[in-house]
């Protein structure tokens, strides 16, 4: 069966710097797109990344742009959010979740359990 498990999270300092990680398994990882998502405390789902099944395009949020960067290893089926010059409003519960074509942008059907980011002083 499909399994999406993240790690990584923690607690940053504004300015600071994470690098999360999702490994997957239970399906042809390198035929899906990939894709980060997360919830801050009592507000919705908000899309942060995707990347294509084959590298050849990511995309990401307004609000991350610049600061996050999704990338992926096909040969490890591993899919990474490196999260640079971090503010108070990152702090969420971070999901990993799976494409439903290599090319879907925001069709996801497997999610992981989350990995907590906080970024505070």
């Known amino acids: 069966q499909v399994q999406l498990v993240e790690s990584g999270g923690g607690l940053a300092q504004p300015g600071g710097s994470l690098r999360l990680s999702c490994a997957a398994s239970?399906?042809?990882?390198?035929?899906?797109?990939m894709s980060w998502a997360r919830q801050a405390p009592g507000k919705g789902l908000e899309w942060v990344s995707t990347?294509?099944?084959?590298?050849?395009?990511?995309f990401h949020a307004d609000s991350v742009k610049g600061r996050f960067t999704i990338s992926r290893d096909n040969a490890k089926n591993t899919v990474s959010l490196q999260m640079n010059s971090l503010k108070s409003e990152d702090t969420a519960l971070y999901y990993c979740?799976?494409?439903?074509?290599?090319?879907?942008?925001?069709?996801?059907?497997?999610w992981g359990q989350g990995t907590q980011v906080t970024v505070s002083s």
């Open positions: 990347i294509y099944s084959d590298d050849s395009d990511t």
């Open positions: 239970g399906f042809t990882f390198s035929s899906y797109a």
């Open positions: 979740a799976k494409g439903t074509s290599g090319r879907s942008l925001f069709m996801c059907d497997y």
